[in-house]
């Protein structure tokens, strides 16, 4: 979602070093800083599921949920009927008695938990999912089944638990709900010009995930907390008014019902074309004729875990090639009303999403869908499988770097499924991370540099802007839970902080080439499957040839502050020719490797990096560079990429020497 978490067996880890770090730089002058660089404590240290390597084993499973369904959209009253098939297979070791479903919906009643847990209360509400039927097909035929609904979560109760290792069971759920209006947030409608939009999300009961490290995955949906949801195909159809255009994930699968032959033409014309093709021009929304009855939509997306679609009759729209590594080609298409209409504006929408998706592709993982939609409402920044929903008064650098974001959440969570309700870091910073590096590219870094910082997001350090956050006792910790972040550190921790943490390890911890082939091995050996933070940590550990417990201890468990300073630097016997003696301190609990800069008095410079176990035994330490000449000053990280509170002890000027010329 658009920029504005708690491992349980791990509360001792964090307790721990908290309440400790006010002691290491006593006892780590003495002892070594024990406390950093122990070995962190694994939950789940290699299974049959998943290795200690970080990869999914053989016995690796995950159910799967396949979806049919048929909506009807009242444009009109704002409701939304349908009737669904879900195909559950329990491809899990467990039989399991009961069947847990998500009604995201339901959020929006006047006694949801989500108006609790926070001081704000929503005025405006729903009836959330009215709840027709819920049958279960057995032998081809349909019975009533037990059911119960509690806040956004839905029992169903079998009599006969469902088999183990690939147990079917089809479910059939007919349903209706009144679509909520702006306050929806994620899924709304809004009037413009020529037309209501409507946003659909989180629009269909659907399956909880059941896995291996959790069993049932019930948090409630309360409103920062995103998603989790298992992987399937997906086949669906939206009846409603003629005239109107759905934009929906997946493939249209009947054009020829839905589309003017005019149409069909431009779009196999955008198909073969790198530059933006009109689909439904600005006189063609203004001069549309009235039609009667309803049309039916259908889209298919499979290998997906959720979709979503937008419908209006004030849609213009655009579509162009897009350009994978394989040599295979994809859509990107935008639709949006008269409101966003111009070039500084949403006429370049279509390019700014064909070029990140043919980034991220290039850079990552290609982008599997045949098509990709960026969609014009006031949700303003929210990303589902295929669609982006943005915003319509969007325009130059923030539409490219929301369309950008949004669009990568493709690759986070959509391929790489992790649990954002639980750890929305692995969700929105690790895409936050991946769009920094889009922007630098896209179009000769027009829209550069994308930098998340709370203070100077136009382009302010990012290593200084991070600081307060660091020192604050009151900023939670990254493995919080999504939904027990307050509001004022959600960007800071959710966004920000990991995807800065992301950069530290690229660029000064383990460098690019190292990070970039450790991190895409995660994104391949996980896609469209279930990863948790351990299988991330002991990906990047193992294949990038590092322990890096002192690192996801200190950046995603806990909030330290860094200080390195240069105490005193002497020249070797007194003579600039036998090289330099550097006395440093680490005078807070945050450890990093120290980049160096050597300026010569006669211009030259040398860099140079130390590495992080140069604090292993202690925080004061002296090291000796061999230099070759006349040393001018001595500077702790030149670039500026470590969020060290105190710059003004990073640099050292040396004194003029007199000095042996024997």
């Known amino acids: 979602m658009r920029s504005s978490y708690v491992f349980l067996g791990m509360v001792w880890l964090m307790t721990f070093s908290r309440v400790q770090a006010q002691n290491i730089q006593q006892k780590s002058s003495l002892n070594g800083n024990w406390q950093v660089f122990a070995p962190l404590s694994y939950q789940g240290n290699g299974s049959v599921y998943r290795s200690a390597n970080g990869a999914p084993l053989a016995d690796y499973w995950q159910n799967r949920s396949d979806y049919k369904i048929h909506a009807t959209l009242d444009t009109v009253q704002n409701i939304l009927t349908a009737s669904e098939t879900i195909t559950y297979t329990n491809n899990s070791p467990d039989a399991l008695n009961i069947l847990w479903l998500q009604l995201d919906q339901n959020t929006y009643l006047p006694n949801a938990r989500s108006q609790y847990y926070t001081n704000r209360i929503r005025n405006e509400s729903t009836n959330g999912f009215q709840i027709a039927s819920v049958q279960i097909e057995e032998n081809?035929?349909?019975?009533?089944?037990?059911?119960?609904?509690?806040?956004?979560?839905?029992?169903?109760?079998?009599?006969?638990?469902?088999?183990?290792?690939?147990?079917?069971?089809?479910?059939?759920?007919?349903?209706?709900?009144?679509?909520?209006?702006?306050?929806?947030?994620?899924?709304d409608y809004v009037a413009t010009q020529y037309g209501k939009i409507f946003e659909i999300a989180q629009w269909y009961p659907r399956m909880c995930v059941y896995d291996d490290l959790e069993g049932w995955s019930t948090l409630p949906f309360l409103g920062s907390g995103e998603f989790y949801c298992d992987y399937g195909d997906y086949d669906y159809t939206i009846t409603l008014p003629a005239g109107m255009i759905v934009a929906g994930s997946g493939e249209l699968q009947n054009p020829e019902e839905v589309l003017t032959p005019l149409q069909r033409s431009r779009l196999a014309e955008a198909a073969r074309s790198n530059q933006t093709v009109w689909i439904r021009t600005l006189p063609e929304v203004q001069q549309q004729p009235?039609?009667?009855?309803?049309?039916?939509?259908?889209?298919?997306?499979?290998?997906?875990?959720?979709?979503?679609?937008?419908?209006?009759?004030?849609?213009?729209?655009?579509?162009?090639?897009?350009?994978?590594?394989?040599?295979?080609?994809?859509?990107?298409?935008?639709?949006?009303?008269?409101?966003?209409?111009?070039?500084?504006?949403?006429?370049?929408?279509?390019?700014?999403?064909?070029?990140?998706?043919?980034?991220?592709?290039?850079?990552?993982?290609?982008?599997?869908?045949?098509?990709?939609?960026?969609?014009?409402?006031?949700?303003?920044g929210m990303e589902y499988p295929g669609i982006v929903f943005d915003g319509i008064t969007d325009k130059g650098k923030e539409l490219y770097w929301v369309t950008a974001h949004e669009?990568?959440?493709?690759?986070?969570?959509?391929?790489?499924?992790?649990?954002?309700?639980?750890?929305?870091?692995?969700?929105?910073?690790?895409?936050t991370f991946i769009d920094v590096y889009a922007s630098d590219v896209f179009n000769h870094g027009e829209y550069a540099p994308k930098r998340d910082g709370?203070?100077?997001?136009?382009?302010?350090?990012?290593?200084?802007?991070?600081?307060?956050?660091?020192?604050?006792p009151h900023a939670p910790v990254m493995m919080t839970r999504a939904d027990g972040i307050p509001e004022k550190y959600r960007h800071p921790m959710v966004y920000f902080k990991p995807a800065y943490g992301l950069v530290l390890l690229r660029e000064v911890i383990l460098g690019p080439d190292r990070f970039d082939a450790a991190?895409?091995?995660?994104?391949?050996?996980?896609?469209?499957?279930?990863?948790?933070?351990?299988?991330?940590?002991?990906?990047?550990?193992n294949q990038g040839g590092e322990d890096l417990s002192w690192f996801w201890r200190e950046w995603f468990f806990d909030n330290q502050s860094l200080d390195q300073s240069i105490e005193n630097v002497v020249y070797t016997n007194q003579n600039p020719a036998d090289g330099i003696d550097v006395t440093l301190i680490n005078l807070q609990s945050m450890v990093m490797p120290i980049p160096l800069e050597v300026k010569y008095?006669?211009?030259?410079?040398?860099?140079?990096?130390?590495?992080?176990?140069?604090w292993l035994q202690g925080n004061h330490r002296t090291v000796h560079l061999a230099t070759s000449s006349p040393v001018k000053?001595?500077?702790?990280d030149p670039k500026k990429l470590l969020p060290d509170e105190n710059r003004k002890n990073n640099v050292f000027m040396m004194a003029t020497v007199q000095h042996n010329s024997n």
């Not at 000053?633 to 702790?636: E, G, K, N, T, Y």
């Open 519 to 541: 991190f895409k091995h995660y994104i391949q050996q996980w896609a469209y499957r279930h990863p948790a933070p351990f299988d991330f940590f002991n990906t990047m550990n």
């Open 601 to 614: 008095t006669n211009g030259a410079k040398m860099q140079l990096q130390l590495p992080v176990e140069t």
């Open 290 to 380: 009235v039609l009667k009855g309803n049309k039916t939509w259908h889209f298919k997306m499979f290998n997906t875990r959720d979709v979503a679609f937008g419908a209006s009759k004030a849609y213009i729209w655009d579509a162009s090639k897009v350009n994978l590594p394989s040599g295979k080609n994809c859509m990107a298409m935008s639709v949006y009303p008269v409101e966003s209409i111009g070039d500084s504006a949403w006429g370049r929408a279509t390019e700014y999403l064909k070029k990140s998706i043919e980034y991220f592709s290039e850079k990552w993982f290609e982008y599997p869908y045949p098509v990709a939609i960026n969609e014009a409402g006031i949700a303003g």
């Open 633 to 636: 000053s001595i500077v702790i």
């Open 140 to 187: 081809g035929k349909l019975q009533q089944v037990n059911y119960l609904v509690n806040d956004t979560r839905m029992q169903i109760q079998l009599s006969k638990a469902l088999a183990a290792k690939n147990g079917k069971i089809f479910i059939h759920i007919q349903y209706q709900y009144q679509i909520p209006g702006a306050f929806g947030g994620r899924t």
């Open 407 to 431: 669009i990568g959440h493709n690759w986070f969570p959509m391929i790489v499924g992790s649990d954002e309700r639980r750890y929305p870091w692995m969700d929105e910073g690790f895409n």
């Open 454 to 472: 709370e203070y100077a997001p136009d382009g302010g350090n990012p290593a200084d802007e991070i600081v307060p956050y660091l020192s604050d």
